[in-house]
């Protein structure tokens, strides 16, 4: 089974900057579309960004400009780029991919705060 291993989250000032990691057990991101989402307290998880299988990324406006979707595809890794985070970001992270059925790792938190 596909196992998804999320990492990189803290606590970042507004303006600061972060990079999270996604981990996919197997060999797949080359193949599958990637995926990041978050959910924040008392809301549904959304997906914010994501890359295709032949890399065109898309991000929802409120992200858009600010954080980059990425992946190695020889390292088995997504990775997602937080510039310049607002309170608003705050949220715990997650990465997958659409239609694929895998489970959902743990996530990693990210808090913005100053």
């Known amino acids: 089974q596909v196992r998804l291993m999320e990492s990189g989250g803290g606590l970042v000032h507004p303006g600061g900057s972060l990079r999270l990691s996604c981990v996919v057990s197997?060999?797949?991101?080359?193949?599958?579309?990637m995926a990041w989402y978050r959910q924040a307290p008392g809301k549904q998880r959304e997906v914010i960004a994501s890359?295709?299988?032949?890399?065109?990324?898309t991000y929802i406006d409120a992200v858009d400009g600010r954080f980059t979707i990425a992946r190695m595809i020889d390292k088995n890794t997504a990775w997602l780029h937080l510039n310049s985070p607002k309170a608003e970001d705050t949220a715990v992270y997650y990465c997958?991919?659409?239609?694929?059925?895998?489970?959902w790792g743990q996530g990693t938190q990210v808090t913005v705060s100053s």
């Open positions: 197997e060999g797949v991101v080359g193949i599958w579309p």
């Open positions: 997958n991919s659409d239609n694929a059925d895998w489970p």
């Open positions: 890359i295709s299988s032949i890399g065109d990324r």
